[in-house]
């Protein structure tokens, strides 16, 4: 009867992304997956209480990436007409997700078109690893079937960090400068480290 207990207690502490595959997540398992999640965390205000945290999550993390494309597929209709950036973004990803992280956030289409502003989120984006401080190297914009704004950061040696945390500039979000923070120890996958 205790082994009985131990299993019934392994099971409800076994987060329902490690328990079954996406397809088989409810709708609100999905919503939840991607807007709060080890993988999905707030863009909180620098130095402001004005502006509300806006949604964040690494796209380059297989059960993000597997949870994009169960929300595509619930999503966009069978006869949506196919997407060059989305398809382009998942050739980046099949060819260079190893090298690169990869942050969405949600930037307002009208502020996405602004030269000016996505220059200055180019050049005021960092990942912050401990006391190194890596400068983004490019962007995804948003695209007529995927609405996040993507920005790449080169990928770099983890060891020893136990935290780290996105510095970035969003436009138009009435407090621009924010902060997304991710824990590794919460970032297991089935067994393995996954970002």
Not at 21 to 50: H, I, K, T, Y
Request: one cysteine or more; proline letters at 8%; aromatic letters at 14%.
């Amino acid at each position: 009867m205790p082994h009985l207990f131990a299993l019934l207690f392994l099971l409800a502490a076994t987060p329902f992304w490690e328990a079954k595959p996406c397809a088989d997540w409810s709708e609100e398992e999905l919503l939840e997956f991607m807007g709060n999640s080890p993988w999905a965390q707030p863009a909180e205000s620098v130095g402001s209480r004005r502006s509300g945290a806006i949604q964040a999550f690494l796209a380059t993390a297989k059960p993000m990436q597997a949870a994009e494309l169960e929300y595509r597929r619930r999503r966009l209709p069978k006869d949506t007409p196919a997407d060059p950036s989305w398809d382009e973004f998942q050739e980046f990803l099949a060819r260079d997700a190893t090298k690169y992280l990869v942050l969405a956030v949600s930037i307002p289409i009208a502020a996405s078109q602004d030269a000016r502003e996505m220059a200055t989120m180019e050049n005021d984006s960092f990942l912050r690893l401990g006391k190194q401080k890596i400068k983004m190297s490019g962007y995804f914009p948003p695209s007529p079937t995927d609405p996040w704004t993507r920005l790449i950061f080169p990928r770099k040696d983890f060891k020893g960090v136990k935290e780290f945390d996105f510095e970035i500039y969003v436009p138009g979000t009435g407090t621009s400068y924010r902060q997304v923070f991710f824990r590794l120890k919460e970032m297991t996958y089935r067994g393995q480290l996954e970002m």
